[in-house]
């Protein structure tokens, strides 16, 4: 017959082998995406902004692209934030589950 090793167990309370720190990744996370997906949304914010006030003050003469440009920035910042709010969402559903 063949014999089963076990490794002992620890007491409740102790842990088998000590907890290091956060891993370590490199850098294409969920956190790297939203960071990412968050400077995409505020670059096209600040170039609308760019657009529309050279538009205001005569330098720029072309309103479709200025308004194109807009509707792109609003859109995406709707979807940045309908995109948090789902995150929090997830986060409190993970929060209320039971271990």
């Given amino acids: 017959m063949n014999k089963l090793l076990l490794t002992p167990v620890s007491p409740p309370g102790q842990s088998a082998a000590p907890l290091s720190g956060p891993a370590k990744t490199s850098g294409s996370g969920f956190g790297r995406i939203l960071e990412d997906s968050v400077g995409a949304v505020n670059k096209q914010i600040e170039e609308a902004s760019s657009l529309s006030e050279g538009l205001m003050a005569g330098k720029q003469s072309n309103i479709h692209e200025t308004m194109i440009a807009m509707e792109k920035a609003g859109l995406s910042f709707h979807m940045l934030t309908r995109v948090q709010g789902k ?4 986060y409190k559903e993970i929060m209320r589950m039971q271990l």
């Fill in 87 to 90: 995150v929090i969402d997830a």
